[in-house]
């Protein structure tokens, strides 16, 4: 099992750095672009996690943007017609480390809120997944910033930050 997640992890580490050097950046607006959730970069808040960890190196997700991805693991999130949305998953399936970044309209922020505690108690309740069950208990929370939320989960050894939203 642990042979296999090396090279699972190695192979992310070798997409990871393929898509690191494929090109430049553009002059476009970045997916993180302030929107009705005011100054709140998305793309900043994630940087900002990723640089609040001693060992990036053990860190590694990759953005999903696939509704039906997001709507298997936060079902009803689609629904509320979120403005932004970014997920962040590993590379293994099972795995405690997920961040997801959505901002939601005013009236909304309460039904996100009980989706993205759904997500927690999923995982903290997965008997497929016994050691993973405990990480979800411990290490995951749901940050807000107005009708902006993040749910984040990270393994031992990462740190929190203990607001996201005054990363960027």
């Not at 642990?2 to 192979?11: A, D, Q």
């Not at 476009?28 to 060992?55: K, P, R, W």
């Not at 497929?128 to 995951?140: D, R, T």
């Not at 939320?149 to 031992?156: E, K, Q, V």
């Amino acid at each position: 099992m642990k042979r296999l997640f090396s090279i699972l992890i190695l192979c992310a580490l070798m997409l990871a750095l393929t898509a690191c050097g494929s090109g430049g950046t553009s002059g476009g607006a970045s997916s993180g672009a302030a929107g009705s959730g005011g100054d709140i970069s998305f793309d900043a808040v994630y940087q900002g996690i990723l640089d609040a960890q001693e060992n990036t190196d053990e860190l590694i997700l990759f953005p999903e943007e696939g509704a039906d991805a997001i709507e298997s693991l936060y079902p009803g999130l689609t629904a509320l017609n979120p403005a932004r949305i970014q997920l962040y998953l590993p590379p293994v399936t099972g795995y405690a480390c997920e961040i997801l970044l959505v901002e939601v309209a005013e009236d909304d922020v309460d039904a996100a809120k009980a989706i993205l505690q759904d997500r927690i108690d999923s995982g903290a309740n997965d008997t497929g997944y016994p050691e993973n069950a405990v990480l979800w208990q411990n290490n995951a929370q749901i940050q807000t910033q107005g009708n902006c939320l993040c749910m984040i989960a990270l393994p031992d050894g990462c740190t929190i930050p203990e607001n996201v939203f005054s990363l960027t």
